[in-house]
């Protein structure tokens, strides 16, 4: 394999026939290499390697936008035609991480518009994206296709507007649960009247109205739309003329899918679905009216995803819709499927690959019959099931058990169990025994979360056996420092670690210091850490960085507070970039 | 360590046996740690025992009671009685009682969903931004139109702009009041200071009464949900407040101006 440049003896030695070969063929073959991990691999072979693999690269993933500056980024990576960024922790989703805290598109994009003249894609994932952000990029770039914001913040409808002036070679709009403040803005009008390359266009999160009229004329004259996911202003009537104007549409998300029964509605529903047969993944905020889920009853056949999981419809009618649709790989449901639901989703889905359920009244009194009945049911009869989400109320350590046993090809297995700290509910031991089977028997499992009452045990398995584990996720769990050095000296693969409200202190951390910089990021809140483990963890390991979150409300410098002082938040990730300087008064980095 | 029944700690913590582990070593952090910790091989391989035998066992009289009444109740022990997600954020240092009977707390970010996901239960489209996710939500959440028209105003040579509560208001009159309000302080404020207060007062009230009749130094106008400008004052006050989605407070004299731009912006994009 490629030696370096030095270690070229003279004319004897007989070199390998590839030595010499020019960089432009070195980049022409790692183009054949899709997955990032192995462009990079292959960019540490040598530095010749190194050098074309860097040129050429095109798509670029950034998951920490803290972990390089942008500059160091566009500068090491030339020639990117893809990039994605994310920023905010994941616990940030549930509210567990304040406001401004930082991962501020504008950066990026700066950096960007300097260095990839030629970008075509960007995509950002809980960040903070201004207008300026939007009409920058609008600006930058004359090839623009795609832009997708998930979960992100701190932009409006003008900004939209000017991506949708700016931007002639648009494919693809993909908004997905942002916050965007409705300013009124023509941003749909925005597009011209010469402007066809729409394939993608989704602004379900979007609150406000929208000008029918123009949406429609855009719908017919872009011929090649694949994706439309409409948002609650849209009503069922318009959206029957929609499908009629898009009959070759792939993904359909409806609005507000709710309205007093016509029998006329039903038939133009109906008859504009039948023109569907393209149609293969459907979701929507059904408040549905149960009498019209019939009128899709053309296209369940040949659905391959279906997203329920914003529709409060219950009984006989969802479950009958759902028994039709034979070739579901993906099924997000509320739980108001209940168990019997379920076990019509095993008998009737059996190429089903990704299950969620989600609870219908997390804060409520529990009134709904989903229990792990439902999910026993699914693992057996569902061959290909691979990825689980799943809400419930009750859990046993046998239904773990059975699933294991099922199901040794779960990738990703998340239960959650709503009230914290549950046990069995038969037995009223730890889950320790459920959840060591899954890992046990699950060897590709890449991504868990854990629940109910769990003990140290439960770790010392995970540690053991979860050789492939990516990303764990614990809260109000185990009892002591060991629960969580299990995890850190073991989980080979381990890249993502958050941890909420567990007894867990210094000593593992820094016992185990020399793992974080092999992983990705450190989620800790509600533990039992002080600042000064903190203080001695940022010591030894320069290369990462160490960031404490007070209560926002008494922003106090930690200079001054003891080395005993509780520590409330703790984020650790490694960085090439050192300390970030745009932290609230509210972080300190120690 | 073997859980016989459901902790009362809230923390979860336990007493440490003195067990010393088999082999001690002196080799690396690792090994080290474990030793200080005993290690509790013992009681897993029978808590794991336990737990199969008592799968395997039949229900008992007891136990079946007791499911039967779990199933009435929906499972576990009474969870917290409806939390709506406005409650105030709970110091995170308080940690929620083991098994929540009766009296529990709710805590912040638990369950692990989105706020988009949070009010489907009970309400219909509302979603709280995450800023507010820590409990002031209600106040500040941004309702659909139609329930609680709060929407922006501006006014001509005021860089900054207003809100203004429609549903507050009962009439066209009102709202004119309610224009001068907000706006009449930053007037104030642009004036040279040496002017006389009542001749300032005036001149104010004098703006502020003609802006729904055309014949002051400015009108209102608003943009209504299809996107178009409108002269404020034409349809009844309910169907006004229905589908008013921005106001603005123009110059008259920009007036004319303004309705040949929107012409024309109709031209374009029809």
Same mark, same amino acid.
């Given at each position: 394999m490629g030696r370096g440049v030095g270690s070229r003896s003279g004319g004897g030695a007989a070199q390998p026939p590839w030595h010499s070969l020019p960089d432009e063929v070195w980049e022409h073959a790692f183009s054949f290499l899709p997955a990032a991990a192995d462009r990079g691999a292959a960019a540490g072979a040598c530095r010749g390697w190194l050098r074309a693999e860097r040129r050429s690269r095109r798509r670029l993933a950034v998951a920490n936008c803290y972990a390089t500056s942008p500059r160091d980024a566009v500068e090491r990576f030339p020639s990117v035609r893809a990039a994605e960024v994310k920023g905010k922790p994941h616990f940030?989703?549930?509210?567990?991480?304040?406001?401004?805290?930082?991962?501020?598109?504008?950066?990026?994009?700066?950096?960007?518009?300097?260095?990839?003249?030629?970008?075509?894609?960007?995509?950002?994932?809980?960040?903070?994206?201004?207008?300026?952000?939007?009409?920058?990029?609008?600006?930058?770039?004359?090839?623009?296709?795609?832009?997708?914001?998930?979960?992100?913040?701190?932009?409006?409808?003008?900004?939209?507007?000017?991506?949708?002036?700016?931007?002639?070679?648009?494919?693809?709009?993909?908004?997905?649960?942002?916050?965007?403040?409705?300013?009124?803005?023509?941003?749909?009008?925005?597009?011209?009247?010469?402007?066809?390359? #729409?394939? =993608?266009?989704? %602004? &379900?999160?979007?609150?406000?109205?929208?000008? !029918? @009229?123009? +949406? *429609?004329?855009?719908?017919?004259?872009?011929?090649?739309?694949?994706?439309?996911?409409?948002?609650?202003?849209?009503?069922?009537?318009?959206?029957?003329?929609?499908?009629?104007?898009?009959?070759?549409?792939?993904? #359909?998300? =409806?609005?507000? %899918? &709710?309205?007093?029964?016509?029998?006329?509605? !039903? @038939?133009? +529903? *109906?008859?504009?679905?039948?023109?569907?047969?393209?149609?293969?993944?459907?979701?929507?905020?059904?408040?549905?009216?149960?009498?019209?889920?019939?009128?899709?009853?053309?296209?369940?056949?040949?659905?391959?995803? #279906?997203?329920?999981?914003?529709?409060?419809?219950?009984?006989?009618?969802?479950?009958?819709?759902?028994?039709?649709?034979?070739?579901?790989?993906?099924?997000?449901?509320?739980?108001?499927?209940?168990?019997?639901?379920?076990?019509?989703?095993?008998?009737?889905?059996?190429?089903?690959?990704?299950?969620?359920?989600?609870?219908?009244d997390p804060f409520g009194a529990g009134q709904v019959l989903l229990t792990e009945r439902g999910l026993v049911d699914v693992s057996a009869s569902c061959p290909m099931l691979e990825s689980v989400l799943?809400?419930?109320?009750?859990?046993?350590?046998?239904?773990?058990?059975?699933?294991?046993?099922?199901?040794?090809?779960?990738?990703?297995?998340?239960?959650?169990?709503?009230?914290?700290?549950?046990?069995?509910?038969?037995?009223?031991?730890?889950?320790?025994?459920?959840?060591?089977?899954?890992?046990?028997?699950?060897?590709?499992?890449?991504?868990?979360?854990?629940?109910?009452?769990?003990?140290?045990?439960?770790?010392k398995s995970i540690g053991e056996h979860a050789d492939r584990l990516e990303m764990l996720s614990i809260a109000f769990a185990g009892n002591s420092d060991l629960g969580l050095h299990y995890i850190l000296s073991g989980c080979k693969s381990l890249k993502k670690l958050e941890i909420r409200d567990c007894p867990f202190g210094n000593k593992p951390l820094l016992a185990n210091a020399a793992k974080l910089e092999t992983m990705r990021s450190l989620w800790m809140s509600s533990c039992s850490l002080t600042l000064g483990a903190c203080r001695q963890l940022a010591q030894k390991m320069p290369r990462l960085t160490v960031e404490i979150m007070n209560d926002p409300g008494r922003a106090c410098p930690l200079d001054a507070l003891p080395d005993e002082s509780p520590v409330e938040k703790l984020y650790v990730y490694r960085t090439i970039a050192g300390p970030r300087s745009d932290t609230p008064d509210y972080v300190q980095i120690v | 360590m073997i859980h016989q029944e459901r902790p009362a700690l809230s923390l979860g913590y336990l007493p440490l046996h003195s067990m010393t582990t088999a082999s001690t070593t002196t080799t690396g952090a690792k090994r080290g740690f474990l030793d200080t910790v005993e290690a509790k091989a013992e009681g897993y391989?029978?808590?794991?025992?336990?737990?199969?035998?008592?799968?395997?066992?039949?229900?008992?009289?007891?136990?079946?009671?007791?499911?039967?009444?779990?199933?009435?109740?929906?499972?576990?022990?009474?969870?917290?009685?409806?939390?709506?997600?406005?409650?105030?954020?709970?110091?995170?240092?308080?940690?929620?009682?083991?098994?929540?009977?009766?009296?529990?707390?709710?805590?912040?970010?638990?369950?692990?969903?989105?706020?988009?996901?949070?009010?489907?239960?009970?309400?219909?489209?509302?979603?709280?931004?995450?800023?507010?996710?820590?409990?002031?939500?209600?106040?500040?959440?941004?309702?659909?139109?139609?329930?609680?028209?709060?929407?922006?105003?501006?006014?001509?040579?005021?860089?900054?702009?207003?809100?203004?509560?429609?549903?507050?208001?009962?009439?066209?009159?009102?709202?004119?009041?309610?224009?001068?309000?907000?706006?009449?302080?930053?007037?104030?404020?642009?004036?040279?200071?040496?002017?006389?207060?009542?001749?300032?007062?005036?001149?104010?009230?004098?703006?502020?009464?003609?802006?729904?009749?055309?014949?002051?130094?400015y009108t209102l106008v608003y943009e209504d949900n299809e996107g178009d400008r409108m002269l404020v004052g034409d349809v009844p006050w309910n169907v006004f407040v229905s589908t008013a989605k921005r106001l603005r407070v123009l110059r008259s004299s920009e007036l004319s101006r303004a309705l040949i731009g929107s012409a024309s912006e109709r031209e374009e994009k029809c």
């Open positions: 940030a989703d549930f509210g567990l991480v304040p406001p401004a805290w930082g991962a501020e598109a504008a950066p990026w994009v700066a950096a960007a518009a300097d260095g990839w003249p030629l970008l075509e894609e960007l995509s950002f994932k809980r960040m903070v994206v201004t207008d300026e952000c939007l009409e920058m990029i609008a600006a930058s770039f004359r090839n623009f296709q795609v832009l997708r914001l998930v979960s992100c913040e701190g932009f409006s409808t003008a900004g939209l507007a000017a991506i949708t002036e700016g931007c002639r070679n648009l494919r693809e709009l993909d908004l997905q649960e942002n916050y965007i403040e409705d300013c009124s803005s023509h941003w749909l009008s925005s597009f011209p009247e010469s402007f066809t390359s #729409l394939e =993608t266009l989704n %602004f &379900s999160c979007l609150d406000g109205e929208v000008n !029918f @009229a123009v +949406l *429609e004329r855009l719908v017919t004259r872009c011929h090649n739309l694949k994706t439309l996911k409409l948002n609650n202003a849209i009503p069922l009537d318009k959206v029957a003329s929609l499908l009629r104007k898009a009959p070759h549409i792939v993904e #359909l998300g =409806t609005g507000k %899918f &709710s309205a007093d029964y016509h029998p006329d509605l !039903f @038939a133009k +529903l *109906e008859a504009a679905f039948a023109g569907c047969k393209s149609l293969r993944r459907l979701s929507g905020a059904w408040d549905a009216v149960p009498d019209y889920l019939s009128a899709f009853y053309g296209v369940c056949e040949g659905l391959t995803s #279906l997203n329920l999981s914003y529709a409060t419809v219950r009984g006989p009618e969802l479950i009958k819709f759902i028994s039709r649709c034979k070739n579901l790989q993906q099924l997000w449901v509320m739980d108001l499927i209940e168990d019997h639901g379920l076990a019509v989703v095993a008998s009737t889905c059996s190429k089903l690959q990704e299950l969620r359920v989600f609870p219908s799943y809400f419930c109320r009750r859990m046993t350590n046998e239904a773990l058990i059975t699933i294991a046993k099922n199901r040794p090809n779960f990738t990703c297995f998340r239960l959650c169990i709503l009230e914290p700290r549950t046990p069995d509910y038969i037995t009223q031991q730890s889950l320790d025994a459920g959840f060591s089977a899954i890992v046990e028997s699950c060897k590709g499992l890449r991504r868990l979360s854990v629940s109910g009452l769990l003990t140290d045990l439960v770790f | 391989n029978e808590q794991k025992q336990q737990a199969r035998a008592a799968c395997g066992k039949e229900l008992t009289v007891e136990e079946n009671t007791a499911a039967a009444s779990e199933r009435k109740k929906g499972c576990c022990p009474p969870p917290p009685s409806h939390a709506p997600p406005a409650t105030p954020a709970r110091n995170n240092g308080n940690r929620p009682p083991a098994r929540g009977r009766g009296a529990a707390v709710p805590v912040v970010g638990w369950p692990p969903i989105r706020s988009f996901r949070r009010n489907l239960a009970t309400s219909t489209s509302s979603k709280q931004p995450p800023e507010q996710q820590n409990g002031e939500a209600d106040a500040k959440v941004k309702l659909n139109c139609n329930k609680s028209p709060l929407v922006k105003i501006n006014m001509d040579g005021i860089p900054i702009g207003r809100k203004v509560d429609l549903a507050g208001c009962d009439s066209y009159e009102r709202l004119s009041l309610a224009v001068k309000e907000l706006f009449h302080g930053f007037l104030e404020a642009q004036r040279e200071p040496s002017s006389a207060e009542s001749a300032q007062q005036g001149a104010d009230r004098k703006i502020f009464s003609q802006l729904l009749d055309g014949s002051g130094e």
